[in-house]
């Protein structure tokens, strides 16, 4: 029973120092940007912060997670070939031995983050956003599937663009979230969404 624990147990204890460690940095964060860019964009960092945190309280060394009995077969398996890829980075490849591709967490869900990206009809010049450390990036990440929907649309109108103009935005939403090439069905829809625009924007006919 002592073996069968111990596995979770450890995991709790790495997950949990993981994200403690974190914690002091996503203040320092917060703070940074508070004095710097102002206020307004702690709500959207501090979800960001809380759901990278629980990322990390979920986390556990994928080697506990493959000699764990309770672990899924084929998901085993597909640990197992993460392990023996990265093995193949680092001896073949000259690729660092770091920590990367070593945890491995359940999060029960179909995706660990899905980011929103936004441009003006007729636009291929992404909204970017920008924030202390990281620089300025052309999405924003979030760690529920609820607020993506609505923070496009906010974020578009937040924009100085006129209301004539407004009517002219198209949101476009895919089920695979930002992954759409790993998602077939999104893949096709993302596919045809860009032929359409390729072809209103088109002068030859």
């Not at 029960?108 to 909204?127: F, G």
Request: proline share 4%; with cysteine; aromatic share 10%.
């Amino acid at each position: 029973m002592t073996l069968r624990l111990w596995p979770r147990r450890r995991a709790a204890r790495w997950g949990l120092a993981s994200a403690l460690s974190l914690g002091g940095l996503v203040l320092a964060a917060l703070a940074t940007l508070c004095a710097t860019s102002g206020c307004s964009s702690i709500d959207y960092l501090g979800q960001s912060a809380s759901g990278h945190i629980r990322l990390l309280a979920a986390a556990r060394p994928v080697q506990d997670a493959i000699a764990d009995p309770t672990t899924p077969e084929a998901l085993r398996k597909r640990l197992e070939l993460t392990q023996r890829m990265r093995q193949f980075a680092v001896t073949e490849l000259h690729e660092p031995d770091n920590g990367s591709y070593r945890s491995y967490a359940d999060l029960k869900r179909s995706a660990a983050v899905w980011n929103v990206v936004a441009a003006p009809e007729l636009s291929l010049q992404l909204q970017t956003w920008c924030f202390p450390i990281v620089g300025c990036v052309g999405y924003r990440g979030y760690y529920d599937l609820a607020t993506p929907y609505y923070e496009g649309w906010y974020e578009m109108h937040q924009l100085q663009i006129p209301d004539s103009l407004q009517k002219n935005i198209q949101y476009h939403y895919y089920a695979s979230g930002h992954m759409v090439y790993a998602h077939q069905q999104s893949l096709k829809e993302m596919h045809d969404a860009v032929a359409g625009f390729i072809e209103q924007t088109s002068n030859v006919k």
